[in-house]
DNA sequence: TATTGTTATACTCTATAACTATA
DNA sequence: TATAGTTATAGAGTATAACAATA
């Protein structure tokens, strides 16, 4: 009697492995180059970009990026300087600091976010349905515990 | 007389982008976290696993990782501390030192590289095909210069 | 002269622990 | 007492510039 079990070594799985591998170390590298552009470091140009989609007490942000909230304080300390975002305080809870874009760290958010078009180009070439296959299989992705 | 253009706004390809970006992070994170498990920083293991490939003179490996080669001087320092990594003299040219995998070394690359299950486990439920035409869009994606 | 690897320096990111001001 | 944010500290990664050994 013969028992399958999961061949975790089938050349093809293993070959899409490595190319996810890297296809992420050549995203993140465009992203550092984009935020370099625009005169930011990876973890700021992050913060910055999670803020413009809405302005979030400073542990949350720790929270989004996983990382403690003490490293939050020199990022958004270095933001601040360059005038990108504001320390606003926060109505029910004088303990809170809420971070917010200002109009110009909303400007350069959209500028970085326009930029990332690396993920935008190879997609294109693909049809609808194409597309709509590798969404699911990327929300598997993400949705996997 | 209407001139067809590249719609950047087709909400499907956003979606597909903005998951593009969730896999990176999440797929970054997990390979931190493996390398910790592993007492290793996301650069060592990258050193490492990239010389388990093949041994190489420092200034290949910065080339490779894409970083100043004086950075590499202190990465293979610590993994030749903890005796995962060796310096070892080139035949040819008396300037250049190839740094190689130990035994031990060796191991922990594979046992890094067998805990990195994330990427593989989504891909068990794709079919062949499916897989065939993930790849292939990764390689695009790899490719695209 | 040019190249390889290293050192020295400065900045940023990171986690940990202790502190402050509020709650 | 608990929580939000900060400060202090130490380790690591990064780029730049200058250096020694070798080509």
Redesign the pocket.
């Known amino acids: 009697m013969t028992v399958t079990r999961p061949r975790r070594t089938d050349p093809l799985t293993l070959e899409v492995v490595e190319l996810i591998g890297a296809v992420v170390a050549r995203y993140y590298q465009e992203y550092e180059e984009a935020a370099a552009r625009h005169g930011l ?4 140009a992050r913060v910055l970009s999670l803020l413009a989609l809405e302005p979030l ?4 942000i720790a929270q989004r ?14 933001l601040e300087a360059r005038q990108l975002v504001e ?1 606003q305080p ?1 109505p029910g ?6 971070a917010a874009p200002t109009e110009e760290g909303a400007r350069v958010a959209r500028s970085l976010r326009d930029s990332l078009d690396f993920a935008r180009e190879p997609l294109a070439g693909l049809s609808r349905d194409e597309r709509l296959a590798l969404r699911d299989m990327l929300k598997t992705m993400v949705g996997a515990e």
Chains 1, 2 share one sequence.
């Not at 990026?65 to 270095?78: A, F, Q, W």
Request: some cysteine; proline content about 7%; aromatic content about 0%.
């Open positions: 470091t990876g973890a700021q007490p400073m542990r949350q990026l996983k990382c403690e909230p003490s490293n939050i304080t020199g990022i958004v300390d270095r320390r926060s809870d004088r303990r809170v600091k809420v």
